[in-house]
Structures are given as C-alpha cells and as structure tokens.
C-alpha cells in the first residue's frame, strides 16, 4: 500500500509536473509571441523612424536650400539698395551743389549789381554835390561881384556927395 501511495503520489506530482510544464510551455509561447510582435513593432518603428529622419534630413536639406536662397536674394536686394541709395545720395549732392553754385552767382550778380549802384548814386552824388557847390560859388561871386559894385556905387555916391559939399 505504501508502494502504492508513493506511486499516486509520484503521478500526481507527475501529471502537476506535466500541468505546469504545459503552463511554462503555454506561458513561453505566449511570451515568445509577445517578443516577436514587440520585435516587429520595433522593427516597424525603426523603420518608420528611418522614413521620419531620412524626411527631416530632406526637409533640413530644402530649408538650408531656401534659406542660402533667400540670403543671396536679399544680399542681391541689399547691394541693389545701397548702390541705389548711394546714386540718390549722389544725385542729392549734385543738385545742392548746382544749387548753392545758381545762389552764388545770383548773389554775386546781386553785390554786383549793388557795388554798381553804390559807386552811380557815390558818382551821382558827387556830381550833385560838385553841381551845388559850383552853384554855391556861382552864387556867392554873384553876390561878392554885386557888393563890390554896390560899394562902388555907394563910393562913388559918397565921392560926389561930398564933391558936391
């Protein structure tokens, strides 16, 4: 009966044996399946993260691309601008001065033109002052010429008055 007792006891702890070993069987499957989808997941998301940087490369690449582009551009617009700017500034400069040189010969001719009028009214006033003074002259030796004949009236009246006494 011992024997016996150990016999069922060796077969039941078989059949648990053979129960769990199916379990770890069943559990080894279910984890070898859950490895090699994992796996192909990953598989699949380092592939997709291959597309993903091969397109942020691309993208980096176009905008590197667009940027060196639009630098030139604006370098071009800028060197267009300044050269612009300076042609401006140029042709400002040129008027200014055409400018100041018309105010300048217009002043000039105007002090010229005042020196001109300064020395005729100088000149004019000359003549008149030499015209009054000659005048004056003319006047006064009038004046002297008809007082010296009075006096020599009044002499001569005086000479008779007193012959005649």
Not at 110 to 125: C, H, N, P, V, Y
């Amino acid at each position: 009966e011992k024997v016996m007792q150990v016999k069922q006891r060796i077969e039941q702890v078989q059949k648990r044996s053979d129960s769990r070993e199916k379990e770890v069987e069943a559990r080894a499957t279910h984890i070898d399946g859950s490895l090699k989808m994992h796996a192909e997941r990953f598989a699949d998301f380092a592939v997709s993260l291959r597309v993903h940087d091969k397109r942020l490369e691309d993208a980096k690449a176009g905008h590197e691309e667009r940027l060196d582009r639009l630098t030139a551009s604006q370098n071009l617009r800028l060197d267009e601008l300044a050269r612009v700017q300076s042609c401006r500034v140029d042709e400002v400069v040129r008027s200014q001065n055409a400018c100041f040189e018309q105010v300048t010969k217009i002043q000039n001719g105007r002090i010229d033109e005042i020196t001109k009028s300064q020395a005729k009214a100088s000149e004019d006033l000359s003549k008149t002052h030499k015209a009054y003074i000659d005048q004056a002259m003319h006047n006064l030796t009038s004046q002297f010429e008809e007082l010296v004949r009075n006096e020599a009236v009044i002499a001569a009246r005086r000479t008779a008055e007193e012959r005649a006494e």
